[in-house]
Structure formats: structure tokens, C-alpha cells
């Protein structure tokens, strides 16, 4: 779709080139109506002038040459005239030896006549009569002149309309900049939602953009609500399973059972995986929305608190260590990166021998994330196994099967990748690439 300032300016210079013209082309017949009229008045007089000319001699009827005009002697002058009596015709002497066609009626003629060396001529015919004789005076002025004074006012017309159309797209293009402003940074303002540096939009925003902005800002409001009662309700559904299998696994330990060693294990197979598949798929609807506009993981607030909770939890001297630009905050539900993280660093602490680092960072096509431990790691020929679709991976590898298929889930719901990799600490790197959100 094309821009609203194209559209404008098309609309505008469509109006203003249409409306130019037709006032241009009208002025300029306006003009030529109006000093045609005032010719033909001139012409008017000249034909008189000649009727006084025309006195009685000693062969009758004569022009008085010493009353016509001088540039009626000088040849191709632009001024002729002829005289048509009943049987004979006077042509001044400007004519030479060409000749002036007589008008078919009296008074100014409609159109420009054919005149000598290329000139159009400006017609006017008296009729008169005289001494006893009827006759016509027909009058001509060359008007090419004045067609060409035309022409040049046309080019000087189109010229100062160009410089003047100029002007007028570019103040209107300052004018829709200026009124579009507010709408780019209405824009720049959701970006920072994206981006997680602010959790609304500004309220101090022309009044136009008022309604968009409440409802935009309402909308972010609810949506967070939904969210927050989505997970709620997703909690109290996971208490309320889990307490029901917990029973069951109790009652699969008891005496009674023991005497049945198969149905026992086959029992706590299955509620096993009842267990994990319970946990997977509540994670897995947990994210089943992208994250809100605003969201964001402070690494310098949040990863210290982790990362002492892991300490507690995994007491048996491990080195843990993290490392991140200063100031680096992911795009992302706190939540579900605590969550993601979590799982990664459990992981990596059950496995470890000794240390366990997490490393991030900000690139410009996205952000990377590493786990890196010195435990055994796993084979590489296992790896794809391990990440593969619908396999047990808690059977596969223990300890590294459930939370890394729930790390996965997470990562390619946010449109991200994650690789199993050996460590440079000696054990098993978990690389993942976030894309940047925009």
C-alpha cells in the first residue's frame, strides 16, 4: 500500500496541475477575447481613416496617399488593407505582390487569416458607400507577434506554476511530516514494548490519537490480565493433578504390591510418565502466546537470586558462574526465561563435576546462550536423539531428558534454535540462539 504523504501529494499536484491549467488556458482566451475586441476597434478606425482617404479627383474616386499611414507603404509591414469597388481592387503597397483574400462578411473576422511570408493576419471588412458608389475596406494586422508574446507567457506561466507546485508538495510535505510525527513515535513506543523498555504507551499524544492510544493501552491492560489468570488457572490445574498422582504413586509402594513385582514397576512406569508428560504439557500451554509488549529479563537483577537458589539447591561445592554485558536485558517474560534457565542450570548442575557457567550475549541479529559443565556430556551420535520429537528423553539420557524438551518447546515457540555442543569446560554445551524482536 502506498504511502499516505504519495497519496497526498499525487492528490495535490493532480488538483493543483488540473486547476492551474483550466485557469491558465482561460486566462489566456480571456486575454485574446479582450484584446481582439480592442483591435478591432483600432481596425475599425484605420478603415475609417481610409474611407476619409478616398476623395473625388479629375478620374473620379482617389486615395490620398498623404493621409494614409506609413506603414502601409512599407512593404510587409504587418498593416495592409484592400479596397474592393464593383469592378476593380485597391491593395496597399505593404502587400507587394501578394494578396489579401477579401472577407466573406463584414466586421472582425472569427479566425486568423493567411498572410504574407508565414504572418496571420488579423481581419476586419467596412462596408461603405460614397460618392455614389458601395464598396468594402477590409483591414489587416499581422497578430503573430502577439501569438508569440503568448507563447513565451505560457512557458514563463508553466515555469512559475513548476516553482510555484514545487513549493506548495514541499510545504505540504513538511506540513504531513509534522502532523505524522506523533504517529512515529506512537510507532517508536510500541518497538519499545517489543523490546521490553517500557510496559504503555504515553498518554500526552495529540487529540486524535487519544481513542488509539487508550485502546491500545487498554488492550495491553487486558491482555496481561488473561495472561496472568491463564497461568494461575494452569497452576491450579497442575496442584490439582499432581496431588491425585502423588497418591497413586504412594499407593504403588505399598505393602500389598510388593508381592507383585511387575505390576509394581509397571505402575510406576506409567505414573512416571503420566509425571512428565503432565509437566511437559503444562509448559508447554504456559506458552502458547507470545510474550506481552513490555516484557523483559533484567540479567543484572535476576540471574544473582537464580544462581544462589541453585547454590542451595546443589550444595556440594560446585563452582557456579554467569556472565553478561552490563546493562543486558533479554525481550522476554521473566517467567519464562526464569523457567528456562531454571531447567538449563538444573541440568547442568546434576551433571557437573565441578563447575557450571552460563554465558550471554547481545548480537545484532538476536541474542546467544550458553550452558557449559565438565560433566561426561553426551555422545554425540545420542544428541539428536536426545532433542528428538515424541522420545522419552528422561529414558534416553537421565537427568538431561525432561528439561531440555522443555527448554526446547520454549525456544521454538520464540522462533529460536538450541544445538547440544561439546563444552570447553570437558562436558555438554547447550547453545541457543533468540532472534531480536522487533
Same mark, same amino acid.
Given at each position: 500500500m502506498k504511502s499516505i504523504q504519495r497519496r497526498l501529494s499525487l @492528490? +495535490?499536484?493532480?488538483?493543483l496541475i488540473v486547476v492551474g491549467l483550466i485557469l491558465a488556458q482561460s486566462s489566456l482566451w480571456l486575454f485574446d477575447h479582450s484584446l481582439r475586441r480592442y483591435l478591432r476597434e483600432d481596425l475599425k478606425d484605420e478603415t475609417q481613416t481610409l474611407l476619409v482617404a478616398l476623395v473625388r479627383g479629375q478620374n473620379g474616386v482617389q486615395l490620398d496617399e498623404r493621409r494614409l499611414d506609413p506603414t502601409f507603404q512599407r512593404p510587409f509591414s504587418g498593416h495592409y488593407f484592400r479596397i474592393d469597388f464593383a469592378d476593380e481592387t485597391w491593395r496597399s503597397r505593404s502587400l507587394w505582390d501578394?494578396?489579401?483574400p477579401k472577407p466573406a462578411r463584414a466586421g472582425l473576422q472569427g479566425g486568423l487569416g493567411d498572410g504574407p511570408r508565414g504572418q496571420l493576419l488579423l481581419v476586419y471588412r467596412g462596408d461603405y458607400q460614397r460618392f455614389g458608389q458601395r464598396f468594402s475596406i477590409s483591414v489587416a494586422q499581422d497578430y503573430t507577434p502577439i501569438l508569440e508574446s503568448f507563447r513565451r507567457?505560457?512557458?514563463? @506561466? +508553466?515555469?512559475l506554476g513548476a516553482a510555484a507546485l514545487l513549493l506548495i508538495l514541499l510545504a505540504q510535505r513538511y506540513t504531513v511530516r509534522s502532523a505524522l510525527r506523533p504517529l512515529e513515535r506512537v510507532r517508536e513506543q510500541i518497538a519499545q514494548l517489543q523490546q521490553g523498555r517500557r510496559t504503555e504507551l504515553d498518554s500526552q499524544v495529540p487529540q486524535e490519537l487519544e481513542p488509539l492510544v487508550a485502546q491500545v493501552n487498554h488492550l495491553l491492560s487486558h491482555t496481561e490480565d488473561t495472561l496472568k489468570?491463564?497461568?494461575?488457572a494452569l497452576g491450579n490445574l497442575g496442584h490439582a493433578l499432581k496431588t491425585p498422582l502423588a497418591v497413586l504413586v504412594?499407593?504403588?509402594e505399598r505393602e500389598e504390591l510388593r508381592d507383585q513385582p511387575e505390576l509394581q514397576a509397571t505402575l510406576r512406569e506409567q505414573l512416571a510418565q503420566i509425571r512428565q508428560r503432565l509437566e511437559r504439557e503444562l509448559g508447554r500451554a504456559r506458552l502458547a502466546g507470545e510474550a506481552l509488549p513490555g516484557a523483559h529479563f533484567d540479567c543484572a537483577a535476576e540471574l544473582p537470586g537464580l544462581f544462589s537458589t541453585l547454590g542451595m539447591i546443589h550444595s556440594h561445592g560446585l563452582k557456579l558462574e554467569w556472565q553478561a554485558e552490563p546493562g543486558l536485558c533479554l525481550p522476554w517474560d521473566r517467567e519464562d526465561?526464569?523457567?528456562?534457565l531454571g531447567n538449563l542450570l538444573d541440568n547442568a548442575c546434576k551433571w557437573?563435576?565441578?563447575e557450571v557457567r552460563l554465558s550471554l550475549v547481545q548480537e545484532s541479529e538476536g541474542y546467544r546462550l550458553w550452558v557449559d559443565d565438565d560433566g561426561p556430556g553426551i555422545a554425540p551420535e545420542r544428541r539428536e536423539a536426545v532433542l528428538g520429537r515424541g522420545t522419552r528423553l528422561d529414558e534416553q539420557v537421565a537427568g538431561h531428558g525432561l528439561g531440555l524438551g522443555i527448554v526446547r518447546d520454549m525456544v521454538e515457540a520464540w522462533g529460536g534454535s538450541l544445538s547440544l555442543e561439546d563444552s570447553p569446560l570437558g562436558g555438554l554445551r547447550v547453545a541457543i540462539s533468540l532472534p531480536g524482536r522487533r
Amino acid at each position: 500500500m502506498k504511502s499516505i504523504q504519495r497519496r497526498l501529494s499525487l @492528490g +495535490l499536484a493532480s488538483v493543483l496541475i488540473v486547476v492551474g491549467l483550466i485557469l491558465a488556458q482561460s486566462s489566456l482566451w480571456l486575454f485574446d477575447h479582450s484584446l481582439r475586441r480592442y483591435l478591432r476597434e483600432d481596425l475599425k478606425d484605420e478603415t475609417q481613416t481610409l474611407l476619409v482617404a478616398l476623395v473625388r479627383g479629375q478620374n473620379g474616386v482617389q486615395l490620398d496617399e498623404r493621409r494614409l499611414d506609413p506603414t502601409f507603404q512599407r512593404p510587409f509591414s504587418g498593416h495592409y488593407f484592400r479596397i474592393d469597388f464593383a469592378d476593380e481592387t485597391w491593395r496597399s503597397r505593404s502587400l507587394w505582390d501578394r494578396d489579401l483574400p477579401k472577407p466573406a462578411r463584414a466586421g472582425l473576422q472569427g479566425g486568423l487569416g493567411d498572410g504574407p511570408r508565414g504572418q496571420l493576419l488579423l481581419v476586419y471588412r467596412g462596408d461603405y458607400q460614397r460618392f455614389g458608389q458601395r464598396f468594402s475596406i477590409s483591414v489587416a494586422q499581422d497578430y503573430t507577434p502577439i501569438l508569440e508574446s503568448f507563447r513565451r507567457l505560457q512557458w514563463l @506561466g +508553466l515555469g512559475l506554476g513548476a516553482a510555484a507546485l514545487l513549493l506548495i508538495l514541499l510545504a505540504q510535505r513538511y506540513t504531513v511530516r509534522s502532523a505524522l510525527r506523533p504517529l512515529e513515535r506512537v510507532r517508536e513506543q510500541i518497538a519499545q514494548l517489543q523490546q521490553g523498555r517500557r510496559t504503555e504507551l504515553d498518554s500526552q499524544v495529540p487529540q486524535e490519537l487519544e481513542p488509539l492510544v487508550a485502546q491500545v493501552n487498554h488492550l495491553l491492560s487486558h491482555t496481561e490480565d488473561t495472561l496472568k489468570r491463564s497461568r494461575n488457572a494452569l497452576g491450579n490445574l497442575g496442584h490439582a493433578l499432581k496431588t491425585p498422582l502423588a497418591v497413586l504413586v504412594s499407593l504403588s509402594e505399598r505393602e500389598e504390591l510388593r508381592d507383585q513385582p511387575e505390576l509394581q514397576a509397571t505402575l510406576r512406569e506409567q505414573l512416571a510418565q503420566i509425571r512428565q508428560r503432565l509437566e511437559r504439557e503444562l509448559g508447554r500451554a504456559r506458552l502458547a502466546g507470545e510474550a506481552l509488549p513490555g516484557a523483559h529479563f533484567d540479567c543484572a537483577a535476576e540471574l544473582p537470586g537464580l544462581f544462589s537458589t541453585l547454590g542451595m539447591i546443589h550444595s556440594h561445592g560446585l563452582k557456579l558462574e554467569w556472565q553478561a554485558e552490563p546493562g543486558l536485558c533479554l525481550p522476554w517474560d521473566r517467567e519464562d526465561l526464569l523457567e528456562l534457565l531454571g531447567n538449563l542450570l538444573d541440568n547442568a548442575c546434576k551433571w557437573a563435576d565441578a563447575e557450571v557457567r552460563l554465558s550471554l550475549v547481545q548480537e545484532s541479529e538476536g541474542y546467544r546462550l550458553w550452558v557449559d559443565d565438565d560433566g561426561p556430556g553426551i555422545a554425540p551420535e545420542r544428541r539428536e536423539a536426545v532433542l528428538g520429537r515424541g522420545t522419552r528423553l528422561d529414558e534416553q539420557v537421565a537427568g538431561h531428558g525432561l528439561g531440555l524438551g522443555i527448554v526446547r518447546d520454549m525456544v521454538e515457540a520464540w522462533g529460536g534454535s538450541l544445538s547440544l555442543e561439546d563444552s570447553p569446560l570437558g562436558g555438554l554445551r547447550v547453545a541457543i540462539s533468540l532472534p531480536g524482536r522487533r
